[in-house]
């Protein structure tokens, strides 16, 4: 069974900051592409950023320079540090979790972070 669960997710105030976790199991884990998105009320579900099994990364205009993507093999995890919170932040965040471009999809079931003015 392939669980994603997110976690860290929750009210701040803007400029202030969260970290989402990210934990994986029945996956090997190592070799799988991860990724954050997001999805705000009314809009499509964007890619927020990336992380290849190389540990490249890829972010979303809008979050670079502010957003950070890693991964601890160890412990089957990934993170989304988001530093200089914006009210347009403001969205359920997902966990993916695919094999090469190809590979099934795998998604968390979200965490919601609220960024208030």
């Known amino acids: 069974q392939v669980q994603l669960v997110e976690s860290g997710g929750g009210l701040v105030q803007a400029g202030g900051s969260l970290r989402l976790s990210c934990a994986a199991s029945g996956i090997i884990f190592k070799i799988y592409v991860m990724g954050w998105y997001r999805q705000a009320p009314g809009k499509q579900r964007e890619l927020v950023a990336e992380i290849m099994p190389s540990s490249a990364t890829t972010y979303a205009d809008s979050v670079k320079g502010r957003f950070t993507i890693s991964r601890d093999n160890a412990k089957n995890t990934v993170y989304l540090e988001m530093d200089s919170l914006k009210p347009e932040d403001t969205a359920v965040y997902y966990c993916?979790?695919?094999?090469?471009?190809?590979?099934?999809?795998?998604w968390g079931k979200g965490t919601v972070v609220t960024v208030s003015s």
């Open positions: 993916k979790g695919r094999v090469g471009t190809r590979g099934t999809e795998y």
